[in-house]
């Protein structure tokens, strides 16, 4: 191995202790922190001690690597004097260049070589006529006519029914569910008086028939009842056109005699036609009262 490559050595080396010495010195600056503020008395007196002796190593590198790049700097130094003391003369010459003797080779015959004829021959293919046969296929191409006929659909009309509901009983149940209660006693009545768009108790019933305004939302429907018991079972309902629209069945609990009022009710307001309101003790139609809404 030669100077050269031992200094570059040393070089790699001195540099490496450096980095190695820096990097446990960092490390030990994190452990001696970790044993200052640890959670736990054990783990912090381990983190101490890891930190102190990762301190101490990294101190030693550093002086090893200091020492190694003095001792090999001094060294260096003494090596280039000795070397520049032997190479320096008396006359203060520092080397003397001896020239480079030149060999010049010796004339030496060379033999000339003889030209050698060489003979080359040429082969001349002869062209060799091939027929070729040319099949020409020609097709004619044949078109056929389909013809499509579409049937035209047969729209046969469905007779349609028209049914006109009437206006039976069993209507006016489907408007007044039954509720349980008692039978009214015999010769009792109830008796419409009169229908208004208002709650004003009339003083008479009216001679002709009403005629309310159409769009009203209240239909008012005055009443006298005598000899009624309660607990009897009644029903009341509205026609329109001669159909029930609108109905339900109660309990009586006004007393024997009497008058009172009861309405019919629809938010969208009642839209114009031939009205009457009908009354029911049990299933007895027992009044009824016709009016117009226009």
Known sequence: MTAQQIATFLTYLIVGLF???????LLSIQQLRRGRKGPYWRLRRQASQRGG????ASV??????????????????????VDDFFRQGRNG?????????????????????????????????????????????????????????????????????????????EQVLNLTPPVPGATARAGAS????????????PEAPPQDTPVLPAGLTRIYVFISYRSMNDG????RVLYRDGLPVQGQAYIWGQGASGRSLFFFGNDEGYAPGEYEARLYLGDEEVSRFAFTIA
């Open 53 to 56: 002796v990762m301190f101490l």
């Open 232 to 235: 009897a079972v009644w029903s």
């Open 19 to 25: 980095i190695v010495a820096l990097l446990l010195f």
């Open 190 to 201: 109830i008796e419409i008086i009169s229908a208004s768009d208002t709650s004003a108790v």
């Open 60 to 81: 030693g590198l550093f002086a090893v690597a200091l020492a190694m790049a003095f001792y090999s700097g001094l060294a260096a130094l003494a090596f280039r004097g």
């Open 93 to 169: 010459l520092v080397g003397v260049v001896v020239p480079t003797p030149t060999l010049t080779p010796a004339e030496s015959d060379t033999p000339t070589p003889e030209p050698t004829a060489t003979a080359t021959f040429t082969e001349t293919p002869v062209p060799t006529d091939v027929p070729t046969e040319t099949a020409t296929s020609t097709l004619t191409p044949t078109f056929t006519e389909t013809s499509t006929s579409t049937p035209t659909p047969t729209i046969t009309p469905t007779p349609t029914e028209t049914l006109t509901p009437s206006a039976t009983f």
